[in-house]
């Protein structure tokens, strides 16, 4: 065995699985990571099918050094089933994100994707405790968010989608007096104004802005877009013409669900903000 084989074999292993996953930025996300904190470790991604990705996962953890992998669309669900325990924020997201191989050779599988866009919103300044948050949109990406943005303690969360019955079935899984739902419709009669709008919703990627009131979103204290582009996404660019000052999208929130991967996998918290300058500068 050459020293290189060597060192290779004992090096932990990590994937990222997607469909697609050719412009995932995880690895280079983790590897900067590694970089930082001077943590040994290769971190690569994968293409699976539906059909083959739980066979993959298979695969892969059948070498001990594969020590945890992270999950995005449209395995987030399979992978929730795949795994021996889930921990309570995934349990609710009914999805996993991160997978982690513990001392005891269980798989433990966790969503960080709701710790992701917390730490960015604290990174930002965005939101105070006792804040009245708007979270637009009621689907995966609301799902993963939701119980991690009542760690803000905010005295309104409230949920509207478009469909407002998918609304009122998410809150109705956090019973609690400040989680509420409505329709895009009830928000001509909502008390205003909000702290904090959240778009959660996909209409970002499709170039379409959710139908919210303009008078709602010009006295938003601070808009933030789960998506993210190489320029502001449609409603950010609306907000911004509607006066709002603070507003930002969601690359900081990709790179802080993965420092929170990272954090699980190798107890050591990478500094995010100069991750997040080189991705900006990538795009
Ligand atoms: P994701 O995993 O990205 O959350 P999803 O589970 O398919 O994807 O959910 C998409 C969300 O975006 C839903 O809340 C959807 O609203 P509906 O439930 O009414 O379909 C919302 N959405 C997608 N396109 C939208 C648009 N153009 N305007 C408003 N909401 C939109």
């Known amino acids: 065995m050459t020293d290189s084989t060597k060192t290779t074999s004992q090096t932990d292993k990590f994937l990222v699985y997607g469909n697609p996953i050719a412009q995932s930025k995880s690895p280079q996300i983790h590897q900067m990571f590694a970089r930082q904190t001077k943590q ?7 293409l699976a099918t539906i059909e083959d990705f739980k066979s993959s996962l298979d695969d892969f953890f059948a070498d001990p050094s594969a020590k945890g992998c992270n999950v995005t669309a449209p395995f987030k ?3 929730a089933q795949w795994v021996d325990e889930l921990t309570s924020g995934a349990q ?18 966790d969503t960080t994707d709701g710790p992701g866009i917390v730490q960015d919103l604290l990174r930002l300044k965005a ?3 006792g804040a009245r948050i708007l979270l637009l949109g009621a689907g995966g990406a609301a799902r993963g968010a939701l119980k991690s943005l009542l760690s803000l303690e905010p005295e309104l969360l409230l949920v509207a989608n478009r469909t407002q019955a998918k609304a ?8 609690q007096d400040n989680v ?13 104004p909000f702290d904090l709008v959240i778009n959660s919703t996909s209409s970002s990627l499709s170039g379409e802005l959710p139908a919210i009131p303009d008078t709602l979103l010009a006295q938003t204290g601070f808009v933030y877009d789960m998506s993210y582009s190489d320029k502001p996404t449609i409603l950010l660019q609306h907000a911004s013409k509607l006066g709002v000052q603070h507003y930002s999208d969601g690359l900081g929130m990709l790179v802080g ?11 050591v918290r990478p500094d995010v903000e100069p991750v997040i300058d080189a991705l900006r ?3």
């Open 92 to 109: 609710l997201a009914e999805a996993v994100n991160t997978i982690i191989r513990q001392d005891n050779g269980k798989f433990l599988g």
């Open 281 to 283: 500068v990538e795009l």
């Open 40 to 46: 040994d470790l290769i971190y690569d991604k994968q």
């Open 180 to 192: 509420k739902a409505c329709g895009f419709d009830d928000l001509i009669e909502i008390a205003l």
């Open 168 to 175: 009122e079935h998410l809150a109705s899984l956090i019973p």
């Open 257 to 267: 669900q993965a420092a929170e991967s990272f954090y699980l996998w190798r107890g």
């Open 77 to 79: 669900e399979q992978a």
């Open 127 to 129: 939101v105070k405790k």
